[in-house]
């Protein structure tokens, strides 16, 4: 059935104007001034922002980490994803040394492909790079195309990978047109300080975060970036927490080298007090890297203002305060880390950043949508609306005033770490191709209706073809 979005301010990365949206087949096949309405379906959306779906380019959806296994699941995860206005995530597949990644592939396709309700698409995990690995890597990008290959340089004794594997995971990126993400924190040393504090009975929440200083997020961020100029290679760091890593990733990218940086609604908005929260509630603020100190907030939003720092995932890895948290209870090294922000994500960037004046609309939508799909294949399929894109749309409210809490989040997860935050504007309607996932606030689309997204090479030119039906997507 064809569908008509009349009369919104339509806005995108470059432009902004009022206008008519017409929807066939799921794809946008009309954009104008008072398209005729005849044979489709009118959605009115006069006094009301239409965006592009946000592309969530950070998610953990169920995700074993830390002795358990996140909150959210594909399905619980893209619903709230939805509700907040993301139509697509990028989740990170987990491997495990020894294990052949088809089969690791397969795991996440079985844990999402009934289950996702807005399109995904996944990450790879690299934890070592043998010649197994090396022999299966091509494959995995062709024809799963799975575009990323991620790399922790933290989380000793578990995901951490050693400097040898992030070389090599560079050099294979570069010849076969891969990004590779970076968790960047010096691991090694964190794991010094950590057991450190936890022998002289500092086991407090606050201590997750000193004993994960930024200057250790800063170095990593560096050493990162000298690897990938030695290799040529491409680099994506991953939530981006303070002034030392975002100069970091600003000073490879004074040099011309191909770095980006990725920050999240919770750094630039929460801090390292929150950690000192009494009754243990410090363990919901506990991420990694840590929440800094709240100067470090004006540096990432200028980080993305001047285009040092280019996406907004939400990092996304829920775990209830009851029974999850609280395995960390006289051991802050034993508190699961991450938290739940996907649902809030596309809110507390728009309020925190256009309503108060941070950032202009064009590069909130750059930010929360078009940048993901550029840096990870997806473009101009995904991140904006152009003929020929899908019609993943986001009718937002931007007069809505609202209070951010768990009792009315959608996430499967008993707090909101922004919980009492006001914020303005709301996802009223969303579209995942031309369907409805949220009408007038209530979720009305499936569990299984999301698509598995194969995501074109890293650098597959901006450069659209001549007669061919897709057009590439790059940077
Ligand atoms: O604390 C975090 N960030 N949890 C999720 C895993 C990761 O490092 O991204
Ligand atoms: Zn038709
Ligand atoms: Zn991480
Ligand atoms: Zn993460």
Redesign the pocket.
């Known amino acids: 059935m064809k569908k008509l979005i009349k009369n919104g301010m339509i806005v995108t990365a470059t432009d902004a104007y009022t206008g008519d949206i017409l929807i066939e087949h799921g794809v946008i096949t009309g954009i104008g001034k008072e398209l005729s309405a005849e044979g489709a379906e009118m959605i009115d959306a006069a006094g009301c922002y239409v965006f592009p779906g946000g592309i969530d380019p950070h998610t953990?959806l169920d995700m074993p980490?830390g002795g358990t296994v996140t909150a959210d699941d594909f399905e619980t995860g893209t619903i709230a994803a939805a509700y907040g206005g993301t139509t697509t995530v990028i989740d990170f597949c987990l491997t495990t040394k020894g294990e052949p990644l088809q089969q690791a592939v397969d795991v996440w396709h079985a844990k999402s492909e009934s289950r996702a309700a807005i399109d995904y698409s996944f990450h790879l995990m690299v934890s070592e790079l043998n010649d197994r690995v090396l022999a299966e890597l091509p494959g995995i990008i062709e024809n799963e195309g799975i575009t990323s290959l991620k790399v922790f340089m933290a989380?000793k004794n578990t995901f951490q990978a050693d400097d040898g594997t992030l070389f090599k995971t560079l050099q294979t990126a570069r010849q076969e047109g891969a990004l590779v993400m970076v968790?960047a924190e010096n691991g090694d040393v964190i794991e010094y300080l950590v057991n450190k504090a936890i022998d002289e009975g500092n086991t407090d929440p606050i201590y997750h975060a000193l004993t994960r200083p930024p200057e250790l997020e800063g170095e990593a961020t560096g050493r990162a970036a000298y690897l990938t100029e030695l290799t040529d290679s491409q680099l994506y760091v991953?939530?981006v927490t303070c002034a030392e890593a975002a100069w970091k990733i600003e000073e490879a990218r004074k040099k011309g080298l191909r770095v980006y940086g990725e920050t999240c609604p919770q750094y630039l908005t929460l801090d390292i007090t929150d950690l000192e929260k009494p009754e243990f509630e410090g363990a919901k603020y506990?991420?990694?890297p840590p929440l800094r100190e709240k100067w470090n907030q004006e540096e990432l939003w200028k980080g993305l203002w001047n285009g040092s720092l280019q996406t907004i995932g939400s990092?996304q890895?829920s775990f209830n305060f009851k029974g999850q948290k609280e395995l960390g209870r006289g051991d802050f090294s034993k508190i699961p880390?991450?938290g739940p922000t996907i649902e809030d994500r596309f809110s507390v960037v728009y309020s925190e950043g256009v309503e108060k004046g941070r950032i202009s609309i064009h590069k909130f939508v750059d930010i929360i949508s078009t940048q993901s799909a550029k840096l990870f294949g997806l473009f101009p399929q995904k991140g904006t609306i152009a003929l020929g894109s899908d019609a993943d749309i986001v009718i937002f409210d931007p007069s809505v005033k609202r209070t951010l809490s768990a009792a009315t989040h959608h996430m499967n997860v008993d707090y909101n770490p922004f919980e009492g935050m006001e914020v303005t504007g709301e996802p009223v309607s969303v579209l995942v191709r031309g369907e409805f996932v949220i009408r007038d606030k209530q979720f009305v689309g499936a569990p299984g209706r999301g698509q598995y997204l194969r995501r074109k090479r890293f650098g597959d030119a901006a450069r659209p073809l001549p007669g061919k039906a897709e057009v590439g997507g790059g940077v």
């Open positions: 953990h980490f989380y968790h991953v939530h506990v991420w990694s990092d890895c880390n991450g």
